[in-house]
């Protein structure tokens, strides 16, 4: 079992950043990858960022890609978010996901996520 908990999330203005942490508990999050979703009102969940168990490998969408800085230091059982050059858009409730099962890259979609956490609302102001 894998328990998520997501801070650091609030109200900034366009332009500015953030950077979310993961809380895991559990003796799996070395060996799981983690991702971090997001949910806007009225849309679905929609990938952001991953990172491999080791923290090698890293994945982002499109949307966010050179904005966006996924990292983990598994000594702290925690996964950060570093978010820059925020934007109106990326205004959404933002979820942390572990990945307990063994893949060679971490994964994009949240059928490869077993983990989650209850989410960090994110309110960029225009």
């Known amino acids: 079992q894998v328990q998520l908990v997501e801070s650091g999330g609030g109200l900034v203005q366009a332009g500015g950043s953030l950077r979310l ?3 895991a ?3 799996t999050f070395s060996s799981s990858a983690m991702g ?12 952001v960022a991953a990172i491999s168990q080791t ?7 499109d949307s966010v890609k050179g904005r ?19 934007k109106p858009d990326d205004t959404a409730v933002y ?8 893949r060679v890259v971490p994964g994009t979609s949240l ?4 983990y989650w956490g209850q989410g ?4 960029v102001s225009s």
Do not use: H
């Open 21 to 23: 942490s993961c809380a």
């Open 25 to 27: 508990s559990g003796r």
């Open 36 to 47: 971090w979703f997001r949910q806007a009102p009225g849309q679905e969940r929609e990938f």
């Open 55 to 61: 923290g090698d490998t890293t994945r982002y969408a």
């Open 68 to 86: 966006v800085t996924i990292s983990r230091d598994n000594g702290k059982n925690t996964v950060y978010l570093q978010m820059n050059s925020l």
């Open 95 to 102: 979820y942390c996901a572990a990945d307990s099962y063994y």
């Open 111 to 114: 059928s490869e996520y077993n």
């Open 120 to 123: 960090t609302q994110v309110t």
